[in-house]
């Protein structure tokens, strides 16, 4: 850990309201419910209550719901994006975390309604406007996703 890191203490927990105050995303899109830690310029540990009222289920599965592979990343995204901004300095700032790779995905578990999905991401790289990061959501102790991901930290589109 660098000396950087290591002088900005851990933070958490933080509850939605934090969580929108650093992500744009809305329901339903919002797949972040809190943070419970927090290491500036090192990691994440943060949570998705998946409910059965979670709209993909309509769909996916009738009969077996499961909670698409898509999402489970981009749960880790949004926790990357909440981990990136805090870590840069960018709260408030009106910058986006926009994916641009992401490699090595694996699924291990499938994710069902009534559970606590645990986000864990760290960065692999920092720079201040592309970042690297692996993740991985857990259902208690068991595995159920991994994936390595890059993103862009840009200004917002023109209105």
Known sequence: MSEEAAARPAIGPLDVRKVMAALPHRYPMLLVDRVERLEPDVRIVAT????INEPFFAGH??????????????????AAGILAVESLGLAGSGKLVYFMAI???????????????????????????????????????????????????????AE
């Open 61 to 78: 599965f009738p009969g077996r719901p499961i909670m698409p592979g898509v999402l489970i990343v981009e749960a880790l995204a949004q």
């Open 48 to 51: 998705k209550a998946v409910s």
């Open 103 to 157: 490699e090595n995905a694996k699924f291990r578990t499938p994710v069902e309604p009534g559970v606590l999905l645990t986000l864990e991401v760290e960065f692999v790289q920092k720079r201040s406007s592309v970042c690297k990061f692996t993740g991985r959501a857990k259902i208690g102790d068991k595995l159920a996703a991994e994936a390595n991901f890059t993103a862009m930290i840009a200004d917002p589109p």
